[in-house]
């Protein structure tokens, strides 16, 4: 809701009211002055925005239909009157979060915050791998009660949970193995500047998936997708070989783009 129109004049004298394609305009006009203001009744936005209350009215009960908005009953402070409580909108979670936000600015300030007062990098490599730790405890669950070939896919339907988006799909020729693609990044932009965080989540998708793995994209160097290569499992005479490679495999590709 970034960058909103002014409503246009009514070419009757009317109250100023959306004409034609003004409509999500005027409707971002309404949630902005919620905010803004606070829970708001019918007539006090009308009043407001230069608007008839029926306008205002049907505006409103979009912005419900889209769980932007919520209505209940006005506080009254002291003796209640008669009639029943005026009804006011207020904005739900996810119609704050349609605004600008500044918890992307406020992570990177923690994490800059710990690098500087807990010991340099070693300190936010800490953070992140304890933080992922702690995420990883669904991801470990989902995994184990998968079919072995179906761990990946188990690993995106938990990553999907937690708004990453991810899906899983067999890697192009000549890979042989598997491609984790998370379509969403929550901490792209802490990222970009900690890229410890990436490195500490390809870690533990090794570890849970038992194997070394590759990340080959990430949305915070700029790519599309965060991208990430898992091999086919080894035959069973090499597995223990390849298990002692799988720590320092992923260690060294964690979070990085290939040129």
Not at 29 to 44: C, N
Request: contains cysteine; aromatic residues 4%; glycine residues 6%.
């Amino acid at each position: 809701m970034k960058n909103v129109d002014e409503a246009r004049e009514a070419p009757t004298g009317a109250p100023q009211e959306e004409l034609g394609t003004g409509e999500r305009s005027t409707r971002n006009r309404v949630a902005r002055s919620i905010l803004d203001h606070g829970p708001s009744t019918v007539a006090e936005l009308a009043g407001r925005l230069g608007l008839t209350q029926a306008a205002v009215r049907r505006h409103l009960d979009a912005l419900v239909a889209d769980t932007v908005v919520q209505a209940r009953e006005q506080r009254v402070y002291g003796a209640r009157t008669r009639g029943r409580p005026a009804k006011v909108f207020a904005l739900t979670d996810c119609g704050r979060d349609a605004f600008d936000q500044s918890y992307d600015k406020l992570a990177v300030d923690a994490l800059r915050w710990i690098q500087e007062r807990f010991g340099g990098d070693e300190a936010v490599v800490a953070f992140a791998r304890a933080r992922i730790a702690e995420q990883a405890a669904a991801y470990r669950r989902a995994i184990e009660a998968a079919d072995p070939e179906r761990r990946t896919e188990a690993l995106a339907k938990a990553l999907s949970a937690d708004g990453y988006a991810a899906t899983a799909r067999s890697a192009p020729p000549p890979q042989r193995g598997e491609q984790l693609c998370q379509h969403h990044c929550p901490v792209a932009h802490a990222a970009e500047k900690f890229p410890q965080l990436c490195e500490a989540e390809t870690e533990i998708f090794s570890e849970l998936l038992g194997t070394h793995v590759q990340r080959l994209a990430t949305i915070a160097h700029g790519d599309g997708v965060c991208t990430t290569f898992i091999p086919k499992a080894p035959p069973a005479a090499k597995a223990s070989e390849i298990s002692k490679t799988t720590h320092n495999a992923s260690a060294s590709t964690a979070g990085r783009n290939p040129a």
